[in-house]
């Protein structure tokens, strides 16, 4: 079983920055940011193998978003840089302890198949 508890929502202007934190615990071979805002379907936003250098990005996060582990702290962050207001959702960590799955980063992220998911912190961007 694993257990994630997110951070770092809030609200802040459109051109500003937050950074997102997601506590891991257990184990988990892969991370995973996600979005949803209202009226829309939820959207993979960036993953990460944890312990390794892959990293995936969807279209609308590249250049902006940055996703890192610290692997002293055991925590998944996600750097956001020059938020637009289209940027306003509820974001979600998402952890899978499954290398088999893990290795296929791009793809699991895009179809959001996660075995563990946290609950949510709000962004807004005015």
């Known amino acids: 079983q694993v257990q994630l508890v997110e951070s770092g929502g809030g609200s802040v202007q459109a051109g500003g920055s937050l950074r997102l934190s997601c506590a891991v615990f257990g184990y988990t071979d892969c991370m995973g940011w996600f979005r949803q805002a209202p009226g829309k379907e939820r959207e993979g936003v960036a993953g990460?193998?944890?312990?390794?250098?892959?990293?995936y990005y969807a279209d609308s996060a590249k250049g902006r978003f940055t996703i890192s582990h610290d692997t002293a702290k055991n925590t998944v962050n996600l750097q956001m840089n020059s938020l637009k207001p289209e940027d306003t959702a509820m974001y979600y960590c998402a952890a899978d302890p499954s290398i088999v799955r893990c290795r296929l980063l791009p793809q699991v992220v895009a179809a959001g198949n996660f075995a563990y998911w946290g609950q949510g912190t709000q962004v807004t961007v005015s």
């Open positions: 990460i193998l944890v312990g390794g250098d892959s990293t």
